[in-house]
């Protein structure tokens, strides 16, 4: 399975752009890479998943580069709500992993 | 979307005892997955429920302490046999969903179990 890694904490404030990068060296070719969000006291929500290149939609924008051993997930002018943790996964076909740690974003006024 | 509901939401229990979580899902899905997340901890996997088989479960965990049910595509129920206190944790139930785009997992909203 590939291991997933990525900064344990984050800081940033209101209206910035945050981007949140995802090292996975050992990711294989059917590996897709997933973003989630979670906020306290509820479960993970899906925000991106990608394969190459760059994915977009309402929520972030997914980087990934042509070796596929990484991945920057960015949201675009952050808002306090943002603050949460968000965990990188790497996922084959129909297996979820194991999370690893996940960074906590702090979003400052 | 899948819309998954867990009930309970939370439980104070005493040590030595025992507490089914149920999770149920608005569709029929394959597989339904479970995990403990500690506190101030990430989503570690329990066990992997298909309907009709045994769950399989990750190492760690073992049948005899958390035993799972999946009766049918929609419902699963995780026990959590001879607490103690080192069991506090939430408690998740999850699904995936695959459609044109992605393969999305969604995540009921936990059980917080304190056990004292």
Same mark, same amino acid.
């Given at each position: 399975l590939a291991k997933t890694t990525q900064p344990i904490s984050m800081d940033s404030y209101e209206g910035q752009e945050v981007n949140i990068t995802c090292s996975?060296?050992?990711?294989?070719?059917n590996d897709y890479i997933t973003w989630y969000q979670q906020f306290p006291s509820q479960g993970p929500r899906f925000i991106i998943q990608g394969y190459k290149t760059k994915v977009t939609n309402e929520v972030a924008s997914l980087f990934i580069p042509a070796d596929r051993k990484s991945s920057t997930l960015s949201l675009p002018r952050?808002?306090?709500?943002?603050t949460a943790v968000y965990y990188c996964l790497v996922i084959v076909g129909s297996y979820i992993p194991t999370f690893g740690r996940g960074t906590s974003l702090i979003v400052h006024p | 979307s899948a819309v998954i509901s867990q009930k309970p939401s939370r439980d104070i229990c005493q040590r030595g005892t025992s507490l089914t979580i149920q999770c149920q899902v608005d569709s029929q899905v394959t597989m339904m997955f479970w995990y403990r997340q500690q506190p101030g901890q990430s989503l570690t996997l329990i066990a992997t429920a298909n309907q009709g088989s045994e769950a399989t479960y990750e190492s760690g965990f073992v049948i005899d302490k958390f035993p799972i049910s999946r *009766?049918?595509?929609t419902f699963s129920t995780l026990t959590v046999s001879n607490?103690? *206190?080192?069991?506090s944790s939430i408690y998740l139930c999850s699904v995936e969903e695959k459609d044109m785009r992605d393969t999305e997992a969604f995540f009921g909203q936990g059980t917080r179990l304190t056990v004292v």
């Open positions: 996975h060296n050992n990711i294989a070719t952050v808002s306090l709500s943002d | *009766p049918n595509l607490m103690s *206190p080192e069991d």
